[in-house]
């Protein structure tokens, strides 16, 4: 089911996670569109939360430099909005949070 949603998004598995469950990536280049354009590190896919049974998809953005942008993850979630979980910004800065996006120090990666 999981395997199947994916391909429909046209995500791609790299590797899997220390419970076993696969990560995804997605990355789309659209040389006419540069707003088109958008690259996410992961995608965690989370069991069904709600009554329609569709599982939540919690994008992950990693970024080492201390200036950085959110462009991607917007756009991510304008494009997917509706099946989004939490968001997730690994950085190298301390924890924050903002509606549905959470900012992590880079050293508690392993709780996710």
């Known amino acids: 089911m999981v395997a199947s949603y994916a391909e ?29 354009t958008m690259e996410i590190d992961f995608l965690i896919v989370r069991g069904y939360d709600n009554a329609a049974m569709k599982p939540r998809i ?22 997917f909005g509706k099946r989004l979980g939490t968001e997730y910004v690994l950085h190298p800065r301390q924890l924050q949070v903002e509606g549905d996006r959470v900012y992590l120090p880079l050293y508690a990666s392993f709780c996710l």
Do not use: I, Q
């Open 8 to 36: 429909e998004w046209d995500f791609s598995a790299v590797d899997h996670d220390k419970h076993g469950r696969p990560l995804y990536f997605y990355s789309r280049y659209d040389r006419g569109n540069v707003r088109g």
């Open 58 to 79: 919690s994008p992950v953005d990693v970024k080492s430099t201390k200036r950085y942008g959110t462009s991607s993850l917007d756009k991510f979630r304008a494009s």
